[in-house]
Protein backbone atom coordinates (compact mmCIF):
# COMPACT_ATOMS: atom_id res chain seq x y z
CA UNK A 1 0.00 0.00 0.00
CA UNK A 2 1.10 3.59 -0.87
CA UNK A 3 0.78 6.77 0.65
CA UNK A 4 2.22 9.89 -0.14
CA UNK A 5 1.49 13.69 0.91
CA UNK A 6 3.58 16.34 1.40
CA UNK A 7 4.05 20.15 1.40
CA UNK A 8 7.28 21.43 -0.57
CA UNK A 9 7.66 25.02 1.88
CA UNK A 10 11.53 25.34 1.01
CA UNK A 11 13.46 28.06 0.09
CA UNK A 12 14.11 28.92 -3.58
CA UNK A 13 18.05 28.14 -3.08
CA UNK A 14 17.17 24.73 -2.66
CA UNK A 15 18.34 22.17 -4.68
CA UNK A 16 16.34 18.85 -5.64
CA UNK A 17 18.14 15.99 -7.87
CA UNK A 18 17.36 13.10 -9.44
CA UNK A 19 18.74 10.19 -11.36
CA UNK A 20 17.64 7.09 -12.79
CA UNK A 21 20.36 4.50 -12.71
CA UNK A 22 21.13 2.41 -15.29
CA UNK A 23 20.01 -1.67 -15.20
CA UNK A 24 23.30 -3.09 -14.64
CA UNK A 25 23.47 -0.63 -11.38
CA UNK A 26 20.37 -1.50 -10.24
CA UNK A 27 21.41 -5.03 -10.75
CA UNK A 28 24.95 -4.99 -8.61
CA UNK A 29 25.25 -1.97 -6.82
CA UNK A 30 23.86 0.31 -4.51
CA UNK A 31 22.56 3.22 -6.24
CA UNK A 32 21.34 6.94 -6.34
CA UNK A 33 17.63 8.11 -6.30
CA UNK A 34 17.88 11.37 -5.48
CA UNK A 35 19.84 13.78 -3.18
CA UNK A 36 18.91 17.34 -2.29
CA UNK A 37 19.38 20.23 0.29
CA UNK A 38 16.58 21.57 1.41
CA UNK A 39 15.98 24.88 3.14
CA UNK A 40 13.05 23.86 5.11
CA UNK A 41 10.19 26.28 6.14
CA UNK A 42 7.50 25.87 8.70
CA UNK A 43 4.90 24.30 6.75
CA UNK A 44 7.61 21.68 5.35
CA UNK A 45 6.18 17.72 5.56
CA UNK A 46 6.47 14.16 3.88
CA UNK A 47 3.80 11.65 4.97
CA UNK A 48 5.16 8.66 3.22
CA UNK A 49 4.69 4.52 2.72
CA UNK A 50 5.77 2.00 -0.11
CA UNK A 51 8.70 3.63 -1.42
CA UNK A 52 11.44 1.10 -2.11
CA UNK A 53 14.02 3.35 -0.92
CA UNK A 54 16.36 4.05 2.20
CA UNK A 55 16.53 8.33 2.58
CA UNK A 56 19.99 9.61 5.30
CA UNK A 57 19.09 12.86 5.98
CA UNK A 58 21.18 15.34 8.24
CA UNK A 59 19.97 18.46 9.72
CA UNK A 60 22.34 21.34 9.34
CA UNK A 61 20.94 24.21 11.58
CA UNK A 62 16.93 24.36 12.90
CA UNK A 63 14.83 21.28 13.58
CA UNK A 64 12.56 18.83 12.45
CA UNK A 65 10.40 16.24 14.10
CA UNK A 66 10.38 12.29 12.78
CA UNK A 67 7.52 9.63 13.33
CA UNK A 68 8.22 6.26 12.87
CA UNK A 69 8.34 2.88 13.72
CA UNK A 70 6.01 4.19 16.37
CA UNK A 71 7.81 6.38 18.19
CA UNK A 72 8.08 10.20 17.35
CA UNK A 73 11.74 12.02 17.80
CA UNK A 74 13.23 15.40 17.52
CA UNK A 75 16.14 15.75 14.82
CA UNK A 76 18.36 18.63 16.07
CA UNK A 77 21.67 20.20 14.24
CA UNK A 78 24.30 17.84 13.72
CA UNK A 79 21.90 14.94 13.98
CA UNK A 80 20.84 12.10 10.88
CA UNK A 81 18.46 9.48 10.78
CA UNK A 82 18.44 6.74 8.57
CA UNK A 83 14.86 5.07 7.65
CA UNK A 84 13.19 2.64 5.37
CA UNK A 85 10.83 4.08 3.33
CA UNK A 86 8.41 1.50 2.51
CA UNK A 87 7.77 1.75 6.49
CA UNK A 88 4.90 4.67 7.29
CA UNK A 89 6.86 7.60 8.01
CA UNK A 90 5.71 11.44 8.52
CA UNK A 91 8.49 14.11 9.10
CA UNK A 92 8.16 18.18 9.17
CA UNK A 93 9.88 21.36 10.37
CA UNK A 94 9.83 21.56 14.20
CA UNK A 95 6.50 23.81 14.97
CA UNK A 96 8.71 25.30 18.10
CA UNK A 97 11.69 26.22 15.78
CA UNK A 98 10.31 27.41 12.13
CA UNK A 99 13.18 25.95 9.97
CA UNK A 100 14.77 22.99 8.92
CA UNK A 101 18.15 22.53 7.09
CA UNK A 102 19.08 19.24 5.69
CA UNK A 103 20.92 17.34 3.11
CA UNK A 104 19.86 14.37 2.06
CA UNK A 105 19.85 11.44 0.11
CA UNK A 106 17.62 8.26 -1.60
CA UNK A 107 19.21 5.31 -2.40
CA UNK A 108 18.84 1.49 -3.00
CA UNK A 109 19.83 -1.73 -4.48
CA UNK A 110 22.47 -4.60 -3.61
CA UNK A 111 22.96 -4.58 0.12
CA UNK A 112 21.31 -1.63 1.41
CA UNK A 113 18.54 -3.78 3.53
CA UNK A 114 21.78 -5.64 5.24
CA UNK A 115 23.24 -2.74 6.16
CA UNK A 116 20.26 -1.45 7.41
CA UNK A 117 19.75 -4.13 9.56
CA UNK A 118 22.98 -4.05 10.54
CA UNK A 119 22.54 -0.11 11.38
CA UNK A 120 19.53 -1.08 13.39
CA UNK A 121 21.23 -3.95 15.49
CA UNK A 122 24.10 -1.85 16.38
CA UNK A 123 21.56 1.00 18.08
CA UNK A 124 19.93 -1.74 20.33
CA UNK A 125 17.35 0.76 21.27
CA UNK A 126 14.32 2.26 19.74
CA UNK A 127 15.87 5.51 18.93
CA UNK A 128 16.72 5.99 15.39
CA UNK A 129 18.32 9.19 15.60
CA UNK A 130 22.06 9.24 15.14
CA UNK A 131 25.22 11.67 15.02
CA UNK A 132 28.04 11.86 13.39
CA UNK A 133 31.12 11.25 15.40
CA UNK A 134 33.68 14.56 15.38
CA UNK A 135 35.69 12.87 12.80
CA UNK A 136 32.68 12.44 10.18
CA UNK A 137 33.09 12.96 6.81
CA UNK A 138 29.51 12.88 6.29
CA UNK A 139 28.48 15.87 5.23
CA UNK A 140 31.55 16.08 2.92
CA UNK A 141 30.21 12.96 1.57
CA UNK A 142 26.58 14.11 1.10
CA UNK A 143 27.79 17.58 -0.16
CA UNK A 144 29.95 16.03 -2.67
CA UNK A 145 27.40 13.45 -4.39
CA UNK A 146 25.03 16.47 -4.64
CA UNK A 147 27.72 18.52 -6.31
CA UNK A 148 28.30 15.60 -8.62
CA UNK A 149 25.24 14.95 -9.86
CA UNK A 150 24.25 17.16 -12.79
CA UNK A 151 20.76 18.99 -12.89
CA UNK A 152 19.79 16.73 -15.88
CA UNK A 153 19.63 13.04 -16.73
CA UNK A 154 21.05 14.54 -20.57
CA UNK A 155 24.29 15.69 -18.99
CA UNK A 156 25.48 12.46 -19.50
CA UNK A 157 26.90 12.04 -22.60
CA UNK A 158 25.97 8.23 -23.32
CA UNK A 159 25.13 5.06 -21.00
CA UNK A 160 28.36 4.23 -21.05
CA UNK A 161 28.51 7.56 -19.06
CA UNK A 162 26.02 7.72 -16.86
CA UNK A 163 26.95 3.74 -15.45
CA UNK A 164 30.66 5.09 -14.75
CA UNK A 165 28.88 7.75 -12.48
CA UNK A 166 26.68 4.81 -10.76
CA UNK A 167 29.93 3.27 -10.15
CA UNK A 168 31.37 5.92 -8.62
CA UNK A 169 28.41 7.40 -6.48
CA UNK A 170 27.98 3.87 -5.70
CA UNK A 171 31.49 4.14 -3.68
CA UNK A 172 30.44 7.60 -2.00
CA UNK A 173 27.11 5.96 -0.88
CA UNK A 174 29.11 2.83 0.81
CA UNK A 175 31.18 5.39 2.61
CA UNK A 176 27.92 7.12 3.55
CA UNK A 177 26.41 3.74 4.64
CA UNK A 178 29.73 3.07 6.50
CA UNK A 179 29.85 6.94 8.42
CA UNK A 180 26.25 6.10 10.03
CA UNK A 181 27.47 2.87 11.13
CA UNK A 182 30.67 4.01 12.41
CA UNK A 183 28.22 6.58 14.38
CA UNK A 184 26.94 3.78 16.75
CA UNK A 185 30.29 2.34 17.07
CA UNK A 186 31.81 5.19 18.72
CA UNK A 187 29.50 6.25 21.24
CA UNK A 188 28.34 9.28 20.22
CA UNK A 189 24.97 8.51 20.09
CA UNK A 190 21.49 9.66 22.20
CA UNK A 191 21.76 7.69 25.46
CA UNK A 192 19.27 4.25 25.85
CA UNK A 193 16.02 4.07 26.50
CA UNK A 194 16.02 3.64 30.28
CA UNK A 195 13.84 0.26 31.31
CA UNK A 196 11.08 2.24 33.22
CA UNK A 197 10.67 4.31 30.83
CA UNK A 198 10.14 1.71 28.34
CA UNK A 199 7.94 0.12 31.24
CA UNK A 200 5.72 3.91 30.72
CA UNK A 201 5.40 3.75 27.24
CA UNK A 202 4.67 -0.14 26.83
CA UNK A 203 1.95 0.63 29.69
CA UNK A 204 0.62 3.49 27.68
CA UNK A 205 0.50 1.77 24.73
CA UNK A 206 -1.93 -1.20 26.20
CA UNK A 207 -4.21 1.09 27.54
CA UNK A 208 -4.36 3.98 25.34
CA UNK A 209 -8.05 3.66 25.06
CA UNK A 210 -8.53 4.31 29.03
CA UNK A 211 -8.26 7.61 30.97
CA UNK A 212 -5.31 7.42 32.14
CA UNK A 213 -3.72 11.22 33.36
CA UNK A 214 -0.05 12.05 34.87
CA UNK A 215 -0.86 11.54 38.30
CA UNK A 216 -2.27 8.00 37.54
CA UNK A 217 0.77 7.37 35.77
CA UNK A 218 3.09 8.43 38.74
CA UNK A 219 1.26 6.82 41.07
CA UNK A 220 1.67 3.37 39.24
CA UNK A 221 4.92 3.84 39.07
CA UNK A 222 5.95 5.50 42.17
CA UNK A 223 7.55 8.68 40.30
CA UNK A 224 7.04 12.49 40.90
CA UNK A 225 4.88 13.80 37.95
CA UNK A 226 6.79 16.13 36.70
CA UNK A 227 9.76 14.54 37.19
CA UNK A 228 8.12 11.27 35.20
CA UNK A 229 7.08 14.11 32.28
CA UNK A 230 10.42 15.39 31.94
CA UNK A 231 11.93 11.95 31.46
CA UNK A 232 9.38 10.51 29.34
CA UNK A 233 9.59 13.39 26.56
CA UNK A 234 13.58 13.60 26.70
CA UNK A 235 13.73 10.11 25.72
CA UNK A 236 10.34 9.60 23.58
CA UNK A 237 10.66 13.10 22.46
CA UNK A 238 6.27 13.55 23.57
CA UNK A 239 5.06 14.00 26.87
CA UNK A 240 3.06 10.77 27.98
CA UNK A 241 -0.14 12.70 26.63
CA UNK A 242 1.22 13.10 23.82
CA UNK A 243 1.86 10.00 23.35
CA UNK A 244 -1.95 8.60 24.39
CA UNK A 245 -2.86 11.00 21.44
CA UNK A 246 -0.60 9.71 18.92
CA UNK A 247 -1.15 6.16 19.70
CA UNK A 248 -5.34 7.02 19.63
CA UNK A 249 -4.61 8.56 16.18
CA UNK A 250 -2.53 5.22 14.70
CA UNK A 251 -5.55 3.11 15.75
CA UNK A 252 -7.92 5.75 14.19
CA UNK A 253 -6.19 5.55 11.04
CA UNK A 254 -6.18 1.58 10.81
CA UNK A 255 -10.06 1.53 11.89
CA UNK A 256 -10.58 4.31 9.52
CA UNK A 257 -8.63 2.35 6.54
CA UNK A 258 -9.91 -1.13 7.51
CA UNK A 259 -12.89 -0.65 9.19
CA UNK A 260 -16.79 -0.48 8.57
CA UNK A 261 -17.43 1.65 11.76
CA UNK A 262 -18.17 5.31 11.39
CA UNK A 263 -16.21 8.01 12.27
CA UNK A 264 -17.75 8.05 16.19
CA UNK A 265 -17.70 4.84 16.57
CA UNK A 266 -13.98 4.99 15.64
CA UNK A 267 -13.59 8.02 18.50
CA UNK A 268 -15.21 6.27 21.06
CA UNK A 269 -13.18 2.94 20.02
CA UNK A 270 -9.74 4.88 20.57
CA UNK A 271 -10.75 6.64 23.69
CA UNK A 272 -12.23 9.93 22.65
CA UNK A 273 -15.64 10.82 23.38
CA UNK A 274 -15.96 14.23 21.90
CA UNK A 275 -16.39 13.86 17.98
CA UNK A 276 -15.37 17.32 17.36
CA UNK A 277 -11.82 16.80 19.41
CA UNK A 278 -11.43 13.87 17.80
CA UNK A 279 -11.12 15.04 14.33
CA UNK A 280 -9.26 17.94 15.79
CA UNK A 281 -6.65 15.71 17.13
CA UNK A 282 -6.72 13.47 13.46
CA UNK A 283 -6.18 16.39 11.51
CA UNK A 284 -3.40 17.91 13.38
CA UNK A 285 -1.69 14.65 13.08
CA UNK A 286 -2.42 13.30 9.86
CA UNK A 287 -2.90 16.55 8.01
CA UNK A 288 -6.86 15.77 6.80
CA UNK A 289 -9.88 15.31 8.95
CA UNK A 290 -11.17 11.76 9.83
CA UNK A 291 -13.56 11.91 6.53
CA UNK A 292 -10.84 13.40 4.24
CA UNK A 293 -9.04 10.60 5.28
CA UNK A 294 -11.60 7.68 4.83
CA UNK A 295 -11.94 8.77 1.29
CA UNK A 296 -9.09 9.53 0.06
CA UNK A 297 -7.66 5.73 1.43
CA UNK A 298 -9.25 3.39 -1.46
CA UNK A 299 -8.07 5.84 -3.90
CA UNK A 300 -4.53 4.71 -3.39
Same mark, same amino acid.
Given at each position: ?????????????S?? #??????? %????????????????? +????YT??Q?????? @??? $??S?????????Q #?? !???????? =? @?????? +??? *? $?????G????? =??????????? *??????????T??????? %?????????? /?????????????????????????? $?????? !??????? %?? /???G????????????????? $????? /????????A??????????? #???? #?? @?G +????? *??????????A?L???????????A???? @????????????? !????????????????
Amino acid at each position: MQVFHYELDIKQKSVW #KHVSATA %SAKADFIYLQEVGYFYS +QKNYYTTRQGLDSFL @IKL $TISGGGILEYGGQ #KH !QVGPGQFF =W @IDCTNM +QHY *Y $TDPEIGHWDVV =WVHFNGANSKA *YYETYKKLLGTDVIIGKP %SSSSNMLALL /ETILQRTPESEHSFLDEQNLFEFDIQ $TSGLLT !QLIMECI %SS /ERTGDKPDHIPPLICDIRNYL $TAHYT /EKITLGDLADRFNLDRFYLQ #KLFK #KY @IG +QSPAE *YLIYMRMIRAASLLRTGGMSISEVAYAVG @IESLSHFSYQFKK !QEGMTPSQYRKFWPSL
